[in-house]
């Protein structure tokens, strides 16, 4: 997982200074389609390191781990 620092770094070049995507994800040794998860949920959260409560695989998961018990 990278760093808040690191991804702060990444978004701020594709938003504030325009620069595409694919060469932020160049610079920073990246993939571009990274970079644009991170800035899309930058936009939609205003964070940019997921809330980790939010790692639940719901409900669908749930019968799996009973049948491996």
């Known amino acids: 997982m990278y760093s ?3 991804r702060w ?3 701020t070049l ?9 060469q932020v ?6 993939s571009g ?6 800035y899309k949920y930058f936009k939609s959260s205003g964070h940019v390191i997921p809330d980790k ?3 639940c695989n719901g409900p ?5 781990l009973r049948l491996t018990r």
């Open 4 to 6: 808040a620092d690191f």
């Open 9 to 11: 770094r990444a978004i």
């Open 14 to 22: 594709h938003y504030a200074y325009s620069i595409a995507c694919e």
């Open 25 to 30: 994800g160049r610079i920073f040794g990246v």
């Open 33 to 38: 389609r990274t970079v644009r998860r991170w």
């Open 53 to 55: 409560s939010r790692k």
């Open 60 to 64: 669908t998961l749930c019968p799996l």
